[in-house]
């Protein structure tokens, strides 16, 4: 059963805000109760800060001020740094950790209005070991991860902005099983700096929303650049291709039917729609994700591993990092290159299509807690340093969300936001 | 005038402990020594840590073990946080900064047997507003920048190795002037993790060394892999270009003779020696490095610039700062774009060519300390992410040290030290 939630978009409540309608003080009682009610459950949060969220709110409402981002409460998975609040990466090597300086996406929010209200669960340093946060939609269910804390407050109406990072599939795929929008951009376009590395060459900032308005607004916050008003219906009905992954076999039970069901509108709508092919070689970049992200993972946790190897997870050390430590300078390499001639080849594919659309997912989010999904579907894309949404709106078979994920071309971030508005709309309408 | 140094390299000091000619602390005691006699002209660090450095050498005698670095003191540009040990970033807003963990490059020296002596001063962030380091060569001019305290260290004969970054020119630019060893690996092969960010798809670190075999050892000890043994004997008589770039008419004195010596000096080997063109774009390359590093720079630097402006350098301010809040996104992309294309395009040069050579700086260290000399000649490397060593030997007209940058193929780091063991060896046997 997909639950209800009360929160209102940022959009509504800046709206709400600036009308006088009211307060951001509000705003963050709002979220602290609906976090109340809900927390005991769901266990997005890895650590709460009510306190400094009202006094930033009433300090604020003193200032005045139009920033863009003003009076709304945020989410921040906890490997973001944020100054003088705990910042753990989920590991028990970070107990206590506070750091003395923000992030440069959480500095970018702080500027802009926004309240930092607490740190989101995080799997061990955003890789798999994950922590208790459960799917607001089915408590036995996981919410995906590594984001898992922030796509779960999300869901759960807790707040109306989250941050995330992917590496492989931790944004997108927690946006499907949780229901909620889901944004990760093109890799280096919002800075990393103050955040958790763990492979340089593909760690990327993602954003949750309740709608793609919200994502564009926060994404022009995050790259200090203006955002686009998304207008889908100025946009020409799209050339849409459907490429299924040549993981297609792995999919469960409403994976492949959410896409085609997102297809079928939008051909409805008068997109075209198309089946295509990538070639082969597509097909490695998953393990070109696996890869990489493990050998530059294993030497950017150099300091954990080197003097507090046995506080690490055994998912950690017998995965990743056993990964990075077998894997060859020359498979490491041979993967990079790989993975850049697949990016190039990738961007011709915008010549004759405007987006991708592929699962997110697949399927439904799994029982359990111990396993935060498959991310099958996601590692490619994340090599291809593309920017992908994922659209919630199917139901599956056992009334979980699926989401649709929907990828751009490099750099044309908004233009996919505008693309993803005209494919929502016209799912919304034929639904 | 090159003044002579008494530090014998990292391998004969290996060489020396191993055989218990001297132990770890005898040679953290000869460093301390040299230390105390240059250091009030040359202010090369920023901080040492001379008791932490002895009891680490205590613990290496005690524990014996054959770390590859057993017992060679380091020196770390001060924006690579250090546990326990101040990093400053030569920022105002950092004083009495002490990180709790090791950068990623620190916890693998250690892990090697590498003993942290201090922190060498850096420009501001690593971008251009100087410290009070002086070239060892000469206490008027500049040792270059931004790595100015860990090239001057090595030439003023205090450590054996230390290490530094670079974004544009930062490396390979102060090796010409203190004529020290210099190199800058492939980019993304050694991780930046713990290092200060400016700009995420630039940003590289660099080792200092007396020789070329002691840059191979620590190269295989940051990127956790084996060395190679450089063998140049073994070497066929190497394919090389000369690309002396659009920016020729920018060479002070010197500058392109170095280059033509060790060219003329290989043609005597046996090389093959042509001069090359590359297509105009690659002009380019360098307002790429000062465009996508503002532009991410800036970013990167969101909490320092919000919370923090009046503590900032007007240099940083009106210079990179500004220009990074001036350039539009569709720039920033476009110079992203230049830049990919023009890497794959070099990666074609090496099936022609072994190895290029090229200024590392305009000549001899310019006179002056408010200002660390032109990168001109390194930006064009920093952008194609391909590595560079900068080889001492040349002598400018007034006597100061010019280096010759050599360049490889992206990824190829170690054949590139290779090579440029055999164009040492010819230009040392013909000089």
């Known amino acids: 059963m997909i639950t209800e939630t009360p929160m209102p978009t940022a959009t509504a409540i800046l709206d709400a805000i600036g009308r006088k309608q009211m307060s951001a003080l509000d705003v963050v009682e709002a979220c602290l109760e609906r976090i109340a009610a809900r927390e005991p459950t769901v266990q997005a949060f890895a650590l709460l800060d009510p306190e400094r969220a009202r006094d930033a709110a009433r300090r604020l409402e003193t200032a005045g001020g139009t920033g863009p981002l003003h009076g709304v409460p945020l989410g921040f998975k906890d490997i973001i740094a944020t100054a003088g609040l705990g910042t753990e990466?989920?590991?028990?090597?970070?107990?206590?950790?506070?750091?003395?300086?923000?992030?440069?996406?959480?500095?970018?929010?702080?500027?802009?209005?926004?309240?930092?209200?607490?740190?989101?669960?995080?799997?061990?340093?955003?890789?798999?070991?994950?922590?208790?946060?459960?799917?607001?939609?089915?408590?036995?269910?996981?919410?995906?991860?590594?984001?898992?804390?922030?796509?779960?407050?999300?869901?759960?109406?807790?707040?109306?902005?989250?941050?995330?990072?992917?590496?492989?599939?931790?944004?997108?795929?927690?946006?499907?099983?949780?229901?909620?929008?889901?944004?990760?951009?093109?890799?280096?376009?919002?800075?990393?700096?103050?955040?958790?590395?763990?492979?340089?060459?593909?760690?990327?900032?993602?954003?949750?929303?309740?709608?793609?308005?919200?994502?564009?607004?926060?994404?022009?916050?995050?790259?200090?650049?203006?955002?686009v008003k998304l207008q889908p219906g100025l946009q020409p009905a799209p050339r849409i291709a459907v490429w299924l992954s040549p993981f297609a076999h792995l999919a469960g039970p409403g994976c492949i039917e959410a896409v085609e069901a997102m297809a079928a509108s939008a051909d409805r709508a008068g997109a075209s729609v198309r089946k295509m092919e990538l070639p082969p070689r597509f097909g490695q970049l998953n393990d070109a994700v696996r890869w990489i992200s493990a050998y530059e993972g294993a030497r950017s946790l150099a300091w954990e591993k080197s003097f507090h190897r046995d506080r690490i997870s055994p998912d950690l050390r017998?995965?990743?990092?056993?990964?990075?430590?077998?894997?060859?300078?020359?498979?490491?390499?041979?993967?990079?290159?790989?993975?850049?001639?697949?990016?190039?080849?990738?961007?011709?594919?915008?010549?004759?299509?405007?987006?991708?659309?592929?699962?997110?997912?697949?399927?439904?989010?799994?029982?359990g807690l111990t396993h935060t999904g498959s991310a099958v579907f996601n590692g490619t894309f994340t090599a291809l340093h593309a920017p992908c949404v994922s659209l919630p709106g199917y139901v599956g078979p056992t009334g979980m969300p699926i989401g649709v994920q929907l990828v751009g071309r490099r750099g044309e971030d908004a233009r996919l936001l505008t693309l993803a508005a005209w494919l929502e709309a016209a799912f919304l309408k034929t639904r």
Chains 1, 2 share one sequence.
């Open 89 to 227: 990466y989920n590991s028990a090597i970070y107990r206590g950790h506070v750091p003395g300086q923000d992030a440069s996406v959480v500095a970018l929010s702080r500027m802009a209005g926004g309240i930092v209200l607490g740190k989101t669960v995080t799997c061990e340093f955003a890789n798999r070991a994950p922590g208790p946060t459960t799917n607001p939609h089915d408590q036995a269910r996981t919410p995906g991860g590594s984001s898992s804390g922030s796509a779960a407050a999300m869901a759960a109406g807790m707040v109306p902005l989250a941050l995330g990072t992917q590496t492989s599939g931790s944004v997108i795929r927690p946006a499907s099983f949780c229901g909620v929008h889901g944004f990760k951009g093109s890799w280096g376009e919002i800075s990393y700096a103050g955040t958790k590395l763990t492979s340089g060459t593909l760690d990327t900032i993602g954003i949750y929303a309740r709608c793609l308005d919200d994502i564009e607004l926060y994404r022009a916050v995050l790259t200090d650049t203006r955002p």
């Open 318 to 367: 017998l995965g990743r990092i056993a990964d990075g430590e077998a894997c060859s300078p020359e498979q490491y390499r041979a993967f990079c290159r790989l993975a850049e001639r697949c990016r190039i080849e990738f961007d011709a594919v915008f010549e004759e299509y405007d987006v991708l659309l592929t699962p997110a997912s697949p399927g439904e989010a799994p029982l």
